[in-house]
């Protein structure tokens, strides 16, 4: 099996992390770097240490923090026997509990965009990270076309070419596709490893 596939198949769709995550990941430039660099390919310690020009030391105590938080797992590439860092989902909701109930944070959410692999972060109502689809791509259209059909199909009258209205689209389809789930207590929602959704889109990566 192709470490491609592996990823394919490993890769949830949705993951739903405590705030503390959310603000672990926020808090540091170099870690929204790192996550912004694994959501465009696989890479170890090493290759990330020098993509980013960061000392392998550093980005070996970012990782950790990373993983521990629930954004990124390792895989081990079969070919190669090398360890290599993917991010374990997609769409990244964030929760707060009351009174023993999941409460999904409606002004905090991380998207990675299928086809670009461009990563989207908003952390309680501010856009942290944001980069253009690019209009380069040979499958931008392709994706702009799949994105105003899951907004029609939502209800959801934006533009969407830029990260506000890209990241109201993932978040509609998360809640959806969650919505039989956020009345259980928090005991039984771990970080969500959930059915995959759009399952050809993690193709390309």
């Known amino acids: 099996m192709s470490l491609a596939l592996e990823i394919t198949n490993y890769i949830n769709a949705i993951a739903v992390l405590p705030q503390q995550s959310f603000q672990t990941l926020s808090s540091s430039i170099e870690r929204i770097s790192i996550l912004s660099t694994l959501a465009k390919t696989p890479l170890t310690l090493t290759e990330l240490s020098e993509t980013l020009n960061i000392s392998k030391s550093s980005v070996y105590r970012h990782l950790k923090k990373l993983q521990s938080c629930g954004w990124i797992t390792q895989l081990k590439d079969k070919s190669t026997k090398k360890l290599v860092y993917v991010p374990t989902a997609l ?115």
């Open 91 to 205: 769409i990244y909701l964030c929760y707060t509990v009351d009174d023993n109930k999941l409460i999904i944070q409606d002004d905090t959410i991380c998207v990675i965009v299928p086809h670009c692999r461009v990563l989207l972060l908003k952390f309680q109502n501010k856009l942290i990270k944001s980069e253009k689809c690019p209009y380069e791509c040979d499958r931008h259209n392709e994706c702009l076309r799949e994105l105003r059909k899951l907004a029609k199909r939502l209800g959801i009258d934006y533009p969407l070419d830029d990260a506000e209205s890209i990241i109201l689209v993932y978040k509609t389809v998360a809640l959806k596709e969650l919505s039989q789930q956020l009345t259980s207590p928090l005991l039984t929602i771990p970080v969500n490893k959930t059915r995959l959704l759009y399952r050809e889109l993690l193709t390309a990566i």
